[in-house]
């Protein structure tokens, strides 16, 4: 038989917090642990391999208090795969306020993602198991709270960077068009055999594409859809 995979033992602690009852505190350190652990197996089993009670049993907890933050085994997925989305969103939005050029914010920003989407974590709870536990639908909503919005950040500022106009409407086309390029290079990098030569090829592509937007922005060419200010 192959080895158990190795689990942190993640005691719930109650940290003393002021104004908070010693109850919610445990509550929240139990939750706490059930995700960690949880989160953990998900990477190096998958979600159909990991047990809810190997996850519990990491967390030292019972099956009453797993079933008394989540609903069962799916529900416990989904606050793994939003923690992971958070934190992936977090470290993307990090890169984009450490430029203020538009340039350098679009490609610090893409930089970012290819790290994250390399991730073991990410590769396997987002990438990989997403789309199937959670189902599609879900699985788009989630991506839009996340990515999407970083996406339209890096379009606002590299859109903004030339003398164009655009409605709202025709940024959210923009947005679309290139969140639909970064799912399909996240999923590509993440699938690949050598992920790192992957996510170079992904940043050599994109980089290309937005040094012809600099040109055009520095050329003063109209795009479409675009009004003259002048």
Known sequence: MPPKPRVS????????????????QYSASTKKALVDVAEELFTDLGYAAASLDSIVAGAQVTKGALYH???????????????????????IQ???????????KALAGLQAFLAVVQEPRYRRIVIQEGPSVLGYERYREQEER?????VLDIVRAVLSA???????????????IF????SSAGESVS?????IAAAERVQTAIAFILQGFQALADAGVPLPGATDPA
């Open 9 to 24: 033992k993640l005691v719930p602690k109650v940290p003393g917090v002021t104004g908070t009852s010693r109850r919610q």
């Open 69 to 91: 933050h989540f609903s069962g085994k799916q529900a416990l997925f989904e606050a793994v795969f939003e923690r992971v989305e958070t934190d992936s969103s977090r470290a």
């Open 94 to 104: 990090k890169a984009l306020r450490s430029k203020k050029d538009p340039w350098e």
């Open 146 to 150: 996340s990515t999407f919005a970083n």
């Open 162 to 176: 030339g003398t164009w106009e655009l409605d709202e409407d025709m940024l959210q086309t923009f947005a679309r």
């Open 179 to 182: 969140f639909g390029a970064m």
């Open 191 to 195: 699938s690949s055999e050598d992920p």
